[in-house]
């Protein structure tokens, strides 16, 4: 069965609570065509909670609460984040079709290691600027985007991951390429079915 997402990360991030985040986003008319529209009847099903186009989101990094900040901390996070990105091109990700895991409809990207340079300059220069005061979060970072979490409780009916592969067998579709020309820094919160978040800045990566 896939598993309630929100249930595993409120001990560490509760609902209503905005947080920093760093985020691979694409344009949502190129999502709802190329990544939501196709799947919306595998992922639309009991169990699960669809994202829409505009929040489908890659993670690069999960900062602290936005009101632990010292005054300063974000914009100086934010300069030096664009000094070096400035020197980093634009990535062209491939998204694979979308698989059922252990608490989200995830699509898989590829390649990780340009992406990987952006999660571990984001995190280090927040750990610089913070000392240190938030965990590093992900611990290990590799490119998907969810098209939908597990949300039933224990008690509730949730998805079947066995007949989601089902589903998803007979379902056509084909990977998608899509280019990351920035990142994009949102306070970002969630309400135990839902992740919204509110946009703070863009940084574009060098050529773009």
Known sequence: MI?????GVVHRWPAGRADLHWHILFAPEVVEEQLVGPYREITHRPGLAPVEA???HTTVMHGGPMDEYKP?????IMDRVAAECAQIAPIDLTFDRPTPGRVAMECAARPGA???????????ID???????FPQIPAR???HASLAYGVAGPDSERADRQAM???LSDHPGQPVVLRADRITLVA????????TWEHLADVTLGGS
């Not at 300063?72 to 100086?76: A, K, L, N, S």
């Not at 340009?114 to 280090?124: D, M, Q």
């Not at 750990?127 to 005061?133: A, L, P």
């Open 3 to 7: 598993e309630d997402f929100f249930a």
């Open 54 to 56: 505009r929040w489908v």
């Open 72 to 76: 300063g901390e974000i914009d100086t």
């Open 114 to 124: 340009p992406g990987r340079r952006l999660w571990e300059l984001t995190t280090r």
């Open 127 to 133: 750990q610089e600027v913070t000392g240190n005061r």
């Open 141 to 143: 970072w590799y490119p």
């Open 165 to 167: 592969k089902v589903l």
């Open 188 to 195: 970002q919160s969630h309400d135990l079915q839902h992740i």
